[in-house]
């Protein structure tokens, strides 16, 4: 068998490992799969490891019996090196364990479903809430609504069943508030258990977050939090989430800021989600101080869904756009001045919509998309679930549901043509705008906003038209001019 080179991740040395070691892939360590093929996954860290078919096949012999030196028998002379330099990169980042004696850890058997592969899940695990916002795109699947058909315990565990057999990287956990759910440990131990990364638990804030920090300070995993928090005063947070909820909110964000900094191992992350109101617009400028003045590593700013709560009270709390516009920019340039003078481990990612984000400034690049591109890039390989087992496209979707876990197991549902129509439908296909100098940029915007607010999902996305207007003429030469280049999905 021959196995490529390989390129050293992250500078590392490699040197020699003994002969006689027994490597094994680690318990938390699995082979995935993407549409490029075979990756490593691992519960232990954010990283991942693209791999060559050579490469995953390879991995079939770590399976802790073999030593390295029966292993690079397997394999033509000039890939031995190529492999144990292979080996050494992954033990490094701990994917793989090597042991001086045979440790057995079941065979090693690469994934093989079909394309398109589900790599994603979001969960959201209780329609019960504490708050009533009036934005809350999530108000049809909330309380009374769903009273006597939330998914029980034991048939979310169930769907992580489907999820494994699926080999589903990672899930996202919200609700409602997952914190009022009894058993939310016990769900987020059966994550952990079938070989899943939690990559979030979203939460208003409002209960203390002390008992989950308890149980993952006993645990090897990291994890990421997403707090909701729309004002830098109570005035300005309340009017939108309720009177006597800031206080709560900031002793949340204190309590997450202290365990990011304190935290030797840094498993621990998180961001403030801050949606954009009339209340708030003109008080962006003091939430970015406040978020830096905290050491919030993360901040995300967008509009609120036309959905839920915010069709009720669209006309006490939309903002206009060109204030928003002119809000984004002059936030864009403070942040842009803060980057070049402070450097980026001293400022916060910011994201702002889907325009503007720090890792365009680190990664020097644009994703533009080309015509082939589908529409829902952004959720391509992802569903939702709701508290009573309806699956969505995505969290947001509402208007419409492709089935429930309760009538059809997931892997009929991913794969089902309906979905999958949706999935890969390319952004050529949206006749309306064909030839428009802003479809690279905007993708045709959302499909569910356009079903919303048309009554189609090939229909133009009038909003992402306006976003991105402003997006090509204000945003993208000044990040430009900081060598910033275009490139294709």
């Not at 990756?39 to 390295?68: E, I, M, P």
């Not at 030196?69 to 490094?92: H, M, V, W, Y």
């Not at 109570?234 to 309720?242: L, Q, T």
Request: positive net charge; aromatic residues 10%.
């Amino acid at each position: 068998m021959t196995i490529p080179a390989i390129k050293q991740q992250g500078g590392l040395r490699p040197g020699p490992l003994p002969d006689h070691v027994f490597p094994a892939l680690n318990p938390y360590t699995r082979i995935r799969q993407n549409e490029a093929g075979y990756y490593l996954s691992s519960q232990l860290h954010r990283l991942k490891v693209q791999l060559s078919r050579q490469q995953a096949g390879a991995l079939t012999s770590f399976d802790g019996r073999q030593s390295l030196g029966k292993i690079l028998e397997l394999f033509d002379p000039p890939s031995r090196p190529n492999l144990a330099a292979f080996l050494l990169n992954l033990q490094s980042y701990r994917y793989v364990d090597c042991f001086d004696r045979p440790n057995p850890a079941g065979p090693v058997i690469l994934p093989e479903n079909p394309s398109p592969r589900l790599q994603e899940v979001h969960l959201d695990i209780t329609s019960r809430c504490n708050l009533q916002c009036r934005h809350c795109y999530q108000d049809p699947y909330l309380g009374e609504n769903l009273k006597g058909k939330e998914l029980e315990t034991n048939e979310w565990r169930l769907l992580l069943d489907q999820l494994q057999d699926l080999n589903v990287d990672r899930v996202n956990i919200s609700g409602g508030e997952p914190l009022l759910l009894k058993d939310l440990l016990e769900i987020i131990t059966s994550i952990f258990s079938r070989g899943l990364k939690l990559s979030s638990i979203f939460t208003n804030g409002i209960l203390p977050l002390e008992p989950l920090f308890d149980y993952f300070q006993q645990q090897p995993y990291p994890v990421d939090f997403s707090v909701s928090l729309d004002g830098p005063t109570p005035a300005s947070h309340e009017a939108i989430r309720g009177k006597n909820t800031f206080a709560a909110t900031m002793n949340t964000i204190d309590t997450l800021v202290k365990h990011v900094q304190n935290d030797p191992l840094k498993r621990y992350s998180f961001d403030i989600n801050t949606c954009v109101f009339n209340t708030n617009l003109f008080l962006l400028g003091d939430m970015y101080r406040f978020i830096k003045q905290k050491g919030v590593p993360r901040w995300r700013i967008s509009l609120p869904r036309d959905e839920g709560s915010f069709i009720r009270n669209s006309g006490k709390l939309q903002a206009p756009l060109p204030g928003v516009f002119d809000v984004y920019r002059r936030l864009i340039h403070s942040y842009l001045e803060d980057f070049e003078r402070l450097g980026v481990d001293q400022v916060p990612y910011l994201q702002v919509e889907s325009i503007f984000r720090t890792s365009m400034l680190t990664g020097k690049e644009v994703v533009i998309f080309t015509p082939r591109s589908s529409c829902c890039e952004y959720k391509r390989y992802g569903l939702a679930v709701k508290p009573n087992g309806d699956v969505l496209s995505c969290t947001s979707f509402h208007s419409l549901k492709l089935s429930n876990i309760r009538r059809q197991n997931l892997r009929e549902i991913w794969y089902n043509e309906d979905n999958q129509y949706l999935k890969r439908l390319p952004i050529q296909d949206i006749h309306e705008c064909a030839g428009c100098e802003l479809l690279k940029y905007c993708g045709t915007g959302c499909r569910s906003n356009a079903l919303d607010r048309v009554g189609s999902i090939t229909a133009k996305d009038e909003l992402a038209c306006r976003i991105y207007e402003f997006f090509a003429r204000e945003i993208l030469p000044i990040i430009q001019r900081r060598g910033v280049k275009c490139i294709d999905a």
